[in-house]
């Protein structure tokens, strides 16, 4: 969701209380003092800069803050994100301009935070491995001082496909904590905000389970603000403005919205066959049961064709250059997200120091 940001103190109270007092109820809430990682802030390389890490919870609800100074030692502004019990550690700077930490989210999920300390912008990668083997999913929020943005991705195997377009990601913990990847991420997120302004998109919210197949593309049943929609997009580039810029809405009737927010898990989308040259048709499904087994077939909702579809050798999934990639990946690999929880503490670039968690797969 792309919305203006409410202005914050610094050492403020959370921001993301609004359930509570739209529901109706009445409640002395009682909100922990923010905790600092550092009893002191890091200096950047060149000591342009300095920062701190600051969290805050109530219940399951948090919110995740890099706080930054000037060189003089005086507050130069804040960057925020919400995040569900944020656990911060890893204080790093990348250079002298890119500051990070990593969040720990449990033992199979991790949040890498990087924060633009001139601009003050603030880019949240979070990754979950919920399953012991499957696909990685992931959420990603940007902050700045006027906007913010939060969508969860179309991801298969350990790729990030779509509208935030990363191609397969590293399994080593390492390599998310290099300028290289920062600055790539950073870049994909900035593709994604420009494509959601240009199109109008003020939210993008995927439904069920996607259609991806080479050669064809990817297809998803999604919300486009409040209207049900698919979207279409490319597997053969991994230019995130190509991706964007070659993707298509196609708009819904809008009866297929209660069915969309009803059944979200129910839903798949599927490619069923060739009309005719680069011609295809495609249908919105939704299965009869999400408990058990049951001899009801699946209903189809919509049905609808796609033409002049163009798409080569699926580049977003299979592997390319950078940290921590492998050369090939799949929707069926075995991956797993391994973290162990260590003591807080703070990391220069090229120290040789144990952090708590590991991104890996294990091959014994």
């Known amino acids: 969701m792309e919305a203006q940001r409410q202005k914050l103190h610094p050492r403020g109270t959370l921001w993301v209380l609004l359930g509570l007092v739209a529901s109706g109820m009445l409640a002395v809430l009682t909100v ?10 890091e200096p950047s390389p060149n000591g342009e800069y300095a920062a701190n890490v600051e969290w805050e919870s109530l219940g ?21 994100v919400p995040q569900v019990r944020p656990d911060p550690a890893d204080l790093t700077w990348l250079n002298e301009r890119w500051v990070m930490c990593e969040s720990f989210l449990g033992e199979r999920a991790s949040g890498f935070f990087y924060v633009d300390a001139k601009e003050l912008r603030g880019y949240l990668l979070e990754i979950f491995a919920v ?27 350990r790729s990030c496909l779509f509208p935030i377009v990363l191609g397969p990601l590293p399994e080593t913990e390492d390599a998310y904590f290099t300028l290289e990847f920062c600055e790539r991420f950073a870049a994909a997120v900035h593709a994604c905000l420009d494509w959601k302004r240009k199109q109008n998109i003020e939210s993008l919210d995927f439904i069920g389970e996607p259609a991806l197949r080479p050669g064809i593309g990817g297809l998803s049943a999604c919300f486009v603000g409040k209207e049900p929609a698919v979207i279409w997009f490319p597997l053969s580039s991994l230019s ?5 810029n070659s993707c298509r809405i196609i708009r819904l009737d809008p009866s297929l919205r209660a069915e969309f927010s009803a059944h979200r898990e129910q839903i798949r989308t599927v490619w069923l066959r ?3 040259p680069q011609s295809w048709r495609f249908a919105i499904k939704l299965a009869s049961s999400t408990e058990g087994k049951s001899d009801k077939p699946e209903s189809t909702l919509y049905e609808g064709v796609l033409e002049n579809l163009k798409d080569s050798t699926a580049a977003l999934l299979l592997g390319g250059s950078g940290p921590g990639m492998l050369g090939e990946t799949s929707s069926s690999g075995t991956l797993k997200l391994e973290l162990k929880k260590h003591e807080h503490k703070t990391r220069s670039v090229g120290a040789d120091k144990k952090r708590r968690s590991s991104l890996s797969r294990r091959n014994r």
């Open 240 to 244: 995130c403005t190509e991706v964007l």
């Open 274 to 276: 060739e009309e005719k």
């Open 60 to 80: 399951q609800v948090g919110a995740l803050r890099m706080v930054v100074y000037a060189k003089d030692k005086r507050l130069r502004g804040t960057v925020e």
């Open 32 to 41: 922990k003092a923010a905790e600092q990682l550092m009893p002191q802030p």
């Open 131 to 157: 399953r012991s083997s499957g696909a990685w999913d992931f959420d990603v929020t940007y902050a700045d001082r006027e906007t913010s943005m939060s969508v969860s991705a179309i991801s298969s195997g």
